[in-house]
């Protein structure tokens, strides 16, 4: 079964920097887009960026500027580098893997991973 396995969370101090990586494991003919969002405590779950199979990438206005997104389609894996970090940067973050086609089934699917904690120190 497809899985996907996020790393590099970590605390750091504002104005650090942090690249996390999630990596899609399983049978995985292609995936459409991977990305990244967030979740703070008793906020709901934002999109921080994505990247098409095609390299179009997507970001929160909150984001931009700071924040890279990069993929290695041959390796199913994605990348954030988190630069000029803010305390508001604190939260879990997911990573997403959209229109997965894989060898389980004959349609697409979504899949997400367990998180990873990015804590941002002032």
């Known amino acids: 079964q497809v899985q996907l396995v996020e790393s590099g969370g970590g605390l750091v101090q504002a104005g650090g920097s942090l690249t996390l990586s999630c990596a899609a494991s399983?049978?995985?003919?292609?995936?459409?887009?991977m990305g990244w969002y967030r979740q703070a405590p008793g906020k709901q779950r934002e999109l921080v960026a994505t990247i098409t199979s095609g390299g179009s990438t997507n970001y929160a206005d909150s984001v931009k500027g700071r924040f890279t997104i990069s993929r290695h389609n041959a390796k199913y894996t994605t990348y954030l580098q988190m630069n000029s970090l803010k305390p508001q940067d604190t939260a879990v973050y997911y990573c997403n893997a959209e229109g997965v086609y894989s060898g389980d089934y004959y349609a697409p699917r979504d899949y997400w991973g367990q998180g990873t904690q990015v804590t941002v120190s002032s």
């Open positions: 399983g049978t995985i003919f292609s995936i459409n887009a």
